[in-house]
């Protein structure tokens, strides 16, 4: 099956010998308009095998938004809207949908989604709803600009595959030709957004926070894909606009060797972090407050391109909060450390940076990006989801 951007053509191969016999089609019910952005992009599946990608913004009943085929092929529906030229879709376990948009108008940074049915993503030209909406369904997490300035795709680490990192997701970058882990707070367990009535399916935890990965490739890597029968990590990029890129195309490897010294898990309680890293950690570091730095910030939603840094204590000034980290507790596992932050309040990135060391005497030097959606035990929320009332046409 291919995708392309006005339908998905079944490639039949009747005696298995490599070629084509002929071009099939298997569903052309997507309304394209044609347009220079009119693309189509990362066709992926289900466990019940029905297919969904995404489609770039255009003046059409699907443009913006992520579109689900069914397995049969007999028809097309839309799953959710508010895209601007995502070019980042995956299929995680539990058919989990992540969507990642580029940062332009109504789009201030890079936003990487956790799609739920009905769900609006922020861009207002494809919100494809009787009554433009005053908000947008939170993302997963915000990932800063100098991360990821263009978006490529998600794809999960098998099970018992890379050591601690099994299960985890990683998210490719087109811009900065990287990968990045992406953690799920796992604190609250799961949780209904404000978007979806009560009653609804739970929903699994709609924060998390941007590792750093040290792997850098040729081009802007925009698709990945694990090899079952080798356990590696098969990546495709390519150089067209605004990329760190030093070639055209790359088709790249990256096998798993050692175990790296990162986090492998975060969660946000009242007043605290706590990160679990994959190494143990040398005490007297683990528990100096020194060792690590915090800043938080906003971005603003706005027909304008892209956003600055915002102040969350003087909302109209740019720039970022320095934020005190009071004290830092290793946990019994030597592997936990609990940093208090007084006064821990929901925002769009919290970043934290760390120089640590393993006990065998390993380097940590990083940060993790945060975005807190909520707070446990907090008044305030971030971001409000669209009314119910506001939930768009479908096919």
């Known amino acids: 099956h291919v995708l392309d951007r006005d339908q ?31 693309y189509a992009t990362c066709l992926e599946t289900d466990s019940a095998g029905n297919f969904y990608f ?12 992520v579109m689900k085929v069914l397995r049969d092929g007999s028809g097309v529906e839309v799953v959710a809207t508010g895209f601007r030229y995502p070019n980042g879709l995956g299929i995680g376990p539990g058919d989990f949908i992540t969507v990642a948009d580029q940062q332009g108008e109504w789009v201030p940074e890079t936003r990487l989604n956790l799609i739920q049915p009905g769900g ?7 919100h494809h709803r009787a009554t433009p909406p005053t908000a947008y369904d939170p993302p997963l997490c915000w ?22 990192l099994a299960g985890q997701m990683l998210h490719l970058s087109y811009g900065r030709c990287t990968m990045m882990l992406i953690l799920r707070d796992e604190s609250g367990g799961s949780r209904l957004l404000p978007s979806h009535p009560a009653g609804g399916a739970r929903l ?32 495709t990029g390519m150089r067209g606009w605004q990329t760190a890129a030093v070639r055209d195309g790359c088709f790249q490897r990256v096998r798993y060797r050692k175990p790296l010294p990162l986090p492998t898990n975060y969660s946000i309680s009242s007043n605290s972090i706590a990160i679990t890293f994959s190494e143990p950690l040398d005490r007297e570091l683990a528990e100096d407050p020194e060792s690590y730095s915090a800043q938080t910030w906003n ?26 980290i009071a004290s830092a507790r290793l946990a019994p596992d030597n592997k936990t450390i609990h940093l208090s932050i ?10 934290v940076s760390y120089n640590l060391e393993t006990t065998s005497g390993a380097p940590i030097q990083s940060a993790l990006y945060a975005t807190l959606n909520h707070v ?3 008044s305030e929320t971030q971001t409000l989801g669209v009314q119910p009332s506001n939930r768009p046409a479908t096919d």
């Not at 990932?143 to 601690?164: E, T, Y």
């Not at 802007?220 to 990546?235: A, S």
């Not at 971005?299 to 320095?322: F, H, I, M, Q, V």
Request: net charge positive.
């Open 8 to 38: 998905i053509t079944i490639l039949p191969d009747l005696n298995n010998n490599g070629e084509a016999y002929f071009y099939e089609n298997f569903n052309n019910d997507t309304i394209s308009g044609g347009g220079v952005h009119a």
């Open 54 to 65: 995404a489609k770039c913004s255009e003046n059409t009943p699907h443009g913006g938004t």
């Open 120 to 126: 609006f993503y922020g861009y207002m030209p494809s």
């Open 143 to 164: 990932i800063p600009r100098a991360l990821d300035n263009s978006a490529g795709a998600q794809v999960w680490i098998p099970k018992n595959h890379w050591g601690p």
């Open 204 to 235: 699994p935890p709609s924060q998390g926070a941007v590792i750093p990965l040290p792997a850098r490739f040729a081009s802007g890597i925009c698709r990945g894909r694990f090899n079952p029968h080798d356990g590696h990590l098969y990546l």
């Open 299 to 324: 971005y603003r939603w706005t027909s304008k391109y892209g956003s600055a840094d915002y102040s969350l204590d003087n909302p109209n000034k740019e720039g970022r909060d320095r934020v005190k």
């Open 342 to 351: 007084p006064n821990l309040r929901p925002a769009m990135q919290l970043a």
């Open 376 to 378: 446990p035990n907090s």
